[in-house]
């Protein structure tokens, strides 16, 4: 499966951003999806991901309550609604793949990637 993100820019904090991401291939219905961000000088950390069964959606800590993950199997797409973003949410933000295994939260269990949005949030 390929992936394709887009949807990132410039926001002042406290404002919004949706991202999306577009995945080619087939069953897309059945790989589990996730949001990661890397910030300059900072490991990739997990943000959220939504699980293949159910399409139940879990997050890190610090976006609980602000972040919102959706997928729409129809149209292959998942989609990150960023709400009351900080500062500290700048980062390139990356969305994942992974065929048939549910509620992933590391980076390496996450088979195929897309190539990152920008999000930049001024204060």
């Known amino acids: 499966v390929q992936l394709q993100a887009s949807g990132g820019g410039l926001v002042q904090a406290g404002g919004s951003l949706r991202l999306s991401c577009a995945a080619s291939g087939r069953s897309f219905s059945s790989y589990t999806m996730g949001w990661f961000r890397q910030a300059p000088g900072k490991e990739r950390e997990f943000v959220a991901g939504?699980?293949?069964?159910?399409?139940?959606?879990y997050y890190a800590d610090f976006v609980k309550g602000r972040f919102i993950m959706s997928r729409d199997n129809a149209k292959n797409t998942v989609y990150l609604q960023m709400n009351s973003l900080k500062p500290e949410d700048m980062a390139v933000y990356y969305c994942?793949?992974?065929?048939?295994?549910?509620?992933?939260?590391?980076?390496?269990?996450?088979?195929?990637w897309g190539q990152g949005t920008l999000v930049t949030v001024s204060s």
């Open positions: 994942a793949a992974r065929y048939y295994v549910d509620y992933l939260r590391n980076a390496n269990d996450y088979t195929y």
């Open positions: 939504i699980s293949r069964s159910f399409s139940t959606p």
